[in-house]
């Protein structure tokens, strides 16, 4: 079984340009944007929703270990069982919430 360690889900940031002195020193730099000509930008609720749910995943850890070690048990002691109709079911209601 291999285990995914160090997964991290983290927001883009934006690159930052970097002078150079003669001295190899580096001096950070916010980049220069092109003007928009004016137009709006406005933020949807659905994104704002978007972006707070976001932040809450960030919060829970990318594997729930507790679930991984109870389910390992079962399978090791025999007692996993699958129910093909219901793994079927949920594939096919998947499939419907992807197309609506």
């Known amino acids: 079984m291999t285990k995914i ?3 991290q889900n983290r927001p883009v940031q934006l ?3 970097k002078k150079v002195s ?9 980049p220069q944007l092109a003007p928009t000509g004016g137009t709006p930008v406005s933020i ?3 994104a704002k929703q978007l972006a707070a749910l ?5 919060t829970l850890p990318a594997v729930n270990e507790s679930r991984v070690a109870e389910i390992s ?3 090791q002691d025999g007692r996993y069982q699958i ?3 219901r793994i079927a ?3 096919l209601r998947l499939e419907q919430e992807l197309r609506a």
């Not at 003669?22 to 916010?30: I, N």
């Not at 976001?54 to 960030?58: G, H, I, T, V, Y």
Request: hydrophobic share 30%; no cysteine; charged share 30%.
């Open 5 to 7: 360690t160090d997964y």
């Open 15 to 17: 690159a930052v340009d």
């Open 22 to 30: 003669r001295s190899g020193e580096t001096a950070a730099t916010v």
């Open 44 to 46: 949807t609720d659905q």
């Open 54 to 58: 976001e932040q809450a995943l960030q």
């Open 73 to 75: 048990s079962s399978i």
């Open 83 to 85: 129910d093909p109709e």
């Open 89 to 91: 079911d949920k594939l």
